[in-house]
Nanobody, 114 residues
Framework: VQLQASGGGLVQPGESLRLSCAASRSYSMNVMGWYRQAPGKQRELVALIDRSGTTNYADSTKDRFTISRDSAKNMVYLQMDSLKPEDTGRYYC??????????WGEGTLVTVSS
């Protein structure tokens, strides 16, 4: 079972990025989350979505990030707007809660810098 995150890159503050997560099988019955790990910091949850589409966000990403899923395509997305330098980090998608995760993969790197 693999979850492959993509879509990261280098952007300037205020710009947007859309991350995608492709699953090797259906996760439609699972709560899915996007996590990030900034340099020198612990991995943190930034957004989650349950099987009904209900979402929840970290305070730092609320009103700027939007998580969504397309269960028919086994995809989870993270639209990130108004990016800030503190959003820099490696982003991962995986099961929520993280205690259910046994493999994180490489994630995708987001760098916000002028």
């Amino acid at each position: 079972v693999q979850l492959q995150a993509s879509g990261g890159g280098l952007v300037q503050p205020g710009e947007s990025l859309r991350l995608s997560c492709a699953a090797s099988r259906s996760y439609s019955m699972n709560v899915m989350g996007w996590y990030r790990q900034a340099p020198g910091k612990q991995r943190e949850l930034v957004a989650l979505i349950d099987r009904s589409g209900t979402t929840n966000y970290a305070d730092s990403t609320k009103d700027r990030f939007t998580i969504s899923r397309d269960s028919a395509k086994n995809m989870v997305y993270l639209q990130m707007d108004s990016l800030k330098p503190e959003d820099t980090g490696r982003y991962y998608c995986n099961l929520f809660p993280s205690s259910r995760v046994d493999y994180w993969g490489e994630g995708t790197l987001v760098t916000v810098s002028s």
